[in-house]
């Protein structure tokens, strides 16, 4: 009797083993399926390990675009990575080729950002996304740094109406047919499993700004409740201010608000953006941001995006 009763304990004890190895190995080959399947949206930290520049246009006294210079500004403050918006002016458009030639050259990564019907249209193309769809896709054969295409405040105002699901799957489509590395990445402010449900499968990810310039307080719950929503289907990039905005017309977010700002998106999204970073070597959010870089000493340096398993390594 009392061998069999170590037998038993010894088959259970067997079966526990087997059963935690199996349900390892499911979850490890589930995990490996999710971004399997996700994988035709290309990279996953397409915006870099380290903030992407939106920054200050730099113009000339024609106030076209002083390219030159702001290629040598991103590199002096160390991004690898420019945000631009190519504007209802019809020299944007041609301001904007000339800026791709340049980033390529410098190995600059360059998206560029198109206006919605809820804030004007962009030229030459307007409203015509498809348009715009396949003139970036084209470009970006020419000029491979052009990474990604974004419209601006997708759900806003009338914009909701032009961008349905069928609009945005047919954007989307459009590029893949030309380029499949172009990456479709529009902006919206709000992240549920509803929008998530609409835009999956139509994206290769999204810009997430945070509004509050006053603090950072909520900031890693909003970012990973959207992170459930979007339930691993695409990537979230999160944006952050370094700017006065028309909600918050009395200045700038002080730097350490700034900087709390910084370092929860790039802990919590799957990468970061800049608006309105100054290029201003003596810009006190410039010295901030300086800090997430590769070669920095900072904990978050070179790591924006990574998960919090890997940043504790």
Same mark, same amino acid.
């Given at each position: ?67 030159? !210079? ?179 017309? !009395? ?7 700034? !900087? ?54």
């Amino acid at each position: 009797m009392l061998e069999e009763i170590v037998i038993c304990k010894i088959v259970i004890a067997v079966v526990c083993i087997l059963l935690f190895f199996a349900v390892a190995t499911y979850a490890q080959s589930s995990h490996r399926a999710l971004h399997s399947d996700a994988s035709h949206i290309g990279d996953w930290h397409a915006m870099g390990l380290s903030p992407c520049a939106w920054s200050v246009p730099l113009l000339k006294p024609d106030h076209s675009l002083d390219v030159d !210079q702001t290629i040598d500004l991103l590199k002096q403050a160390g991004f690898r990575c420019e945000i631009a918006v190519v504007g209802g002016n019809p020299e944007s458009w041609k301001d904007f080729k000339r800026f791709a030639a340049a980033a390529n050259s410098a190995n600059i990564d360059l998206w560029p950002v198109i206006l919605p019907p809820s804030e004007g249209s962009s030229q030459p193309y307007g409203h015509d996304y498809v348009g715009w769809a396949e003139a970036f896709a084209k470009l970006s054969l020419e000029y491979p740094h052009v990474r990604g295409l974004n419209i601006d405040d997708l759900d806003q105002g009338e914009s909701r109406e032009t961008f349905t699901r069928e609009y945005v799957c047919q954007i989307y489509s459009t590029k893949r047919k030309i380029n499949p590395k172009l990456l479709f990445v529009p902006t919206i402010y709000d992240l549920d499993r509803k929008v998530a449900d609409r835009l999956a499968g139509c994206v290769d990810g999204v810009w997430l700004w945070w509004v509050n310039l006053e603090k950072a307080t909520g900031l890693p719950s909003f970012l990973e409740n959207s992170k459930l929503a979007a339930a691993g289907r695409f990537p979230i990039y999160g944006g952050v201010y370094a700017h006065s905005t028309s909600w918050h017309e !009395q200045g700038n977010p002080v730097p350490h608000v700034f !900087q709390q700002t910084l370092e929860s998106t790039c802990e919590h999204a799957d990468g970061t953006m800049i608006w309105n970073i100054s290029l201003a070597p003596s810009d006190p959010l410039l010295e901030i941001t300086k800090r997430f870089s590769p070669g920095s000493s900072a904990p978050l340096a070179g790591r924006c995006g990574q998960s919090p398993g890997m940043l504790a390594n």
